[in-house]
């Protein structure tokens, strides 16, 4: 890992490509992407066999696209005991913590003045598709965060794609759509399952919005559907910032950064500290953790591409860096974490203190690990249950509260010359 100190040339620099890093995500997809849009718009079922044909190297009729029920059945004896504890263990405590978010965001309000009402009523999205990645690996863990905040949010349906493989879909993907709710689930990924949830098939109804993330040419098909669906976020490579003094064990540290840069040769892995001799014995441990880990040769590829150890005078510019990288993932591996939060303006999610580890977000702590990337942290949040309902004004008058205001509409209307607007008000003024 690179070591850059604050005040040369080298430190702002990387600093600087980091917080540009959503720009630096190619356009030259979009053509690609957009065509293979198009041709499953235009051609359904016939384009979703010839591209999984093409991408996945199977040939999967669209009568054997959709799981069966006996086959979700038979998951779960594929599944060993302890784990199947554990994924239950896991929607419990997802579920939890988010029917507690749900009483906050779906809750329906009126006010009254004399002769008006005024309110705004709240209603789950009708259907919604999770995207759920499979090709490097099994991820039965984004399942259920993409699920279950659905569910508990009242959506009608949840329609589930995920890539499929020789093997057949991992056990443990569908044991979790099951435990999570999903209604149905298709063999389907790539650019194609984002254009089938998109614009609808003979064999895959259309959603109003897509959820959950996926590589690079995903995460551009979500970019350009939207508009026509509604989507979560454009998800880019995983990050973690660890903020740390040199109080917190150095090992806890490095296999925080391996943890990250083990997702993908273009995740982020950035450690800020004050004490360059800590940042070295960090970076000593972490080239002693890598021989150690399967996929060394991933974790290795993206410490040695993007990741780095900054050091800096103190933990107040260290949060200074943080707000302007507006991390996915924020580690506050310090002695007092809640007090160094106070600074924090723009994070994901946040773990403070040396025992929390971002893996413990990732699967059992509760709240969501489908989080902003890129930056976006600057103006978006964690998927929630917010995410699966829509608002709807509600607006009454009586004929004497309107007069109150026929005058102010008068105003409104000339200044922006809309007259039509005053005249639907004054034809309510006569008897």
């Known amino acids: 890992m690179k070591i850059l100190r604050a005040g040369e040339k080298e430190f702002d620099r990387y600093v600087s490509e980091v917080e540009g890093r959503g720009a630096q995500e190619s356009l030259r997809l979009e053509g690609e992407v957009r065509s293979i849009l198009e041709d499953v718009k235009k051609r359904g079922e016939a384009a979703l066999v010839h591209y999984t044909r093409v991408f996945d190297g199977l040939r999967i009729p669209t009568d054997q696209r959709e799981v069966k029920r006996s086959e979700v059945k038979e998951a779960y004896e594929k599944v060993p005991r302890d784990f199947l504890r554990t994924l239950k263990k896991a ?12 009483k906050t965001w779906t809750a329906s309000w009126k006010q009254e003045e004399k002769g008006i009402r005024l309110g705004q009523a709240t209603r789950p999205l ?46 443990a993907v569908l044991v979790a759509a099951d435990l999570a709710g999903v209604d149905r689930i298709y063999r389907i990924g790539g650019v194609q399952a984002i254009a089938a949830l998109a614009y609808g098939t003979d064999s895959i109804p ?3 919005k897509i959820v959950g993330p996926g590589n690079r040419y995903v995460a551009t098909a979500k970019r350009l559907v939207y508009g026509d ?12 910032v660890i903020v740390s003094d040199k109080n917190t064990p150095p090992p806890f540290v490095a296999a925080d950064l391996i943890s990250q840069a083990e997702h993908d040769e273009m995740a982020l892995a950035v450690l800020v500290t004050d004490s360059e001799a800590f940042g070295r014995e960090v ?29 800096v005078r103190n933990l107040e510019q260290a949060m200074d860096l943080v707000n302007r990288i507006a991390p996915e993932h924020l580690e506050l591996a310090v002695s007092r974490p809640l007090s160094l939060a106070k600074s924090l303006k723009h994070a994901g999610a946040v773990f403070l203190g040396p025992h929390t580890p ?53 105003r409104f209307a000339e200044w922006e010359g809309l007259e039509g607007h005053y005249q639907a008000v004054q034809m309510r003024m006569k008897p």
């Not at 929607?91 to 749900?102: A, D, G, N, V």
């Not at 890598?290 to 993007?306: E, I, N």
């Not at 971002?358 to 917010?386: C, K």
């Open 91 to 102: 929607t419990q405590r997802i579920r939890k913590f988010h029917r507690h978010l749900s």
């Open 126 to 171: 009708e259907r919604v598709g999770i995207y759920v990645p499979g090709g490097k690996a099994s991820y039965p863990s984004t399942v259920l965060m993409a699920a279950i905040p659905a569910k508990v949010a009242g959506v009608r349906e949840i329609l589930m794609v995920t890539p499929p493989r020789k093997e057949g879909i991992s056990p």
């Open 206 to 208: 259309k959603v109003d």
């Open 229 to 240: 669906v509604d989507i979560d976020m454009v998800a880019g490579p995983s990050e973690i």
């Open 283 to 311: 970076e000593k441990e972490v080239e002693g953790q890598l021989s150690f880990l399967k996929r060394r040769k991933v974790a290795s590829a993206s410490l040695h591409r993007r990741g780095a150890i900054l050091i």
């Open 358 to 410: 971002e893996a413990i977000g990732d699967y059992m702590a509760g709240p969501n690990h489908i989080l902003p990337t890129a930056g976006t942290a600057r103006f978006s949040s964690a998927l929630g249950v917010e995410d699966f309902i829509k608002r709807t004004n509600l607006i009454r008058f009586t004929q004497k509260a309107l007069k109150r205001f026929e005058k102010d509409v008068k």
